[in-house]
């Protein structure tokens, strides 16, 4: 099991450091990432991606507790902002955290980095595209309800489409988290991936009859239990200020972003309680979120690896599944291939996390980077081979 985001107070430095960069309005001070070709790049990389388009047309997260319910809920959430002046003031506080960070950067490098690394990785094989939503593909806001990502984002996902099967994963219900990503030739696998349907517009490359028959829905059977927990949920916990339960159609959010610390407690309480109940359903924690879903062995990585079957692509030697996502519920996904020793997982993360992923990406503007820079290396090299 992974131990993200477990901050003891010997890390009070690190996670006051957490604070500074999760809350984006003041950045950690470390080298950025080098980025492959700025704005004018990408606009020509465009212009070739449309033109290529052309010419192609014609031919776990575990389950269980960590510990007690309050102390989860603090690991999951290393955002406060308190320390934060501390820690850019203080030098003293600040080099420990470089030194960590620098160890850690030795283990999840920067995807930025090695981007050639990736792409030599890669050659030969097929390239599938797994990408998380909340935290990876939007920041993190508030209000789960306007968590929208940005148009710029949703172009390089549109792109990445073009070039390789693209999959949405979420802990968000399907139909929710197409409202937000509005794409309809990516696959999405809603509810932490209980909840799988293939593109309603065909992807270029993937024959269209094969891309409609995916769909894979493991926990039915819980709908109704789940249902009626919403409402017991949204009952007990209605009297807690900011708190929020969140209906995911195979899972449920609880959502404690807004909830005074002080009151973490009591919402733990509740839920707890509510859910003694029902043995049939598991708690897990995300960001700021306690997630409750079904005690059946499915998960974000069971999806990668439904759908890389579906796919027809669990061959090992000719797939390169690239999973990016932020969460505790990701590194089932990043588990999953570095178990296969196939394809690679990437953290989106500015702080030192304990990870299955063998790269790192600060946030969500450095994963469209990452993204643009995928499609600029696929057209590069689809043009190369055109013109030998
Ligand atoms: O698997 P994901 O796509 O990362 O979804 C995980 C949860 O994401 C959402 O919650 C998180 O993002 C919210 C909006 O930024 C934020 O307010 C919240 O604190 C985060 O936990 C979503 O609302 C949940 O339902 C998903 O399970």
Redesign the pocket.
Known sequence: MTNHNVFTPKDMPLAAAAAVAANATLHYSYPPPRSIGGAADYAGFKKLLTQLEHRSNSGGSSGGWIGSWLDSMRASSPTHVASAAAVLTSPSLMAPCTAEYEEWMKQCPSASNKFEEITAKSKGKKIVMFL?????L???????DR?YMSEAMREAVRDVAKCFPTAI????CRDK?FNFVRLAELYYAGS?GMDIRGPTKSPKNIREEKAKAILCQPASEFLPMIEEVHKVLVDKTGSIQGARV?N?KFCL?V?F?CVDQKKWDALAEQVKSVLKDYPKLRLTT????L?IRPTIKWDKGKALEFLLESLGYANFSDVFPVYI???R?DEDAFKVLRDRGQGIGILVSKVPKDTSASYSLQDPAEVMNFLRNLVEWKLRSLDDRVKV
């Open positions: 998380d939503y909340d935290g990876t939007s920041p993190i806001v508030d209000d789960p968590a994963v979420s802990g968000r988290v932490h969140e995911n959010s959502h972003r995300g960001r700021k979120v997630e996502g932020d969460d519920t």
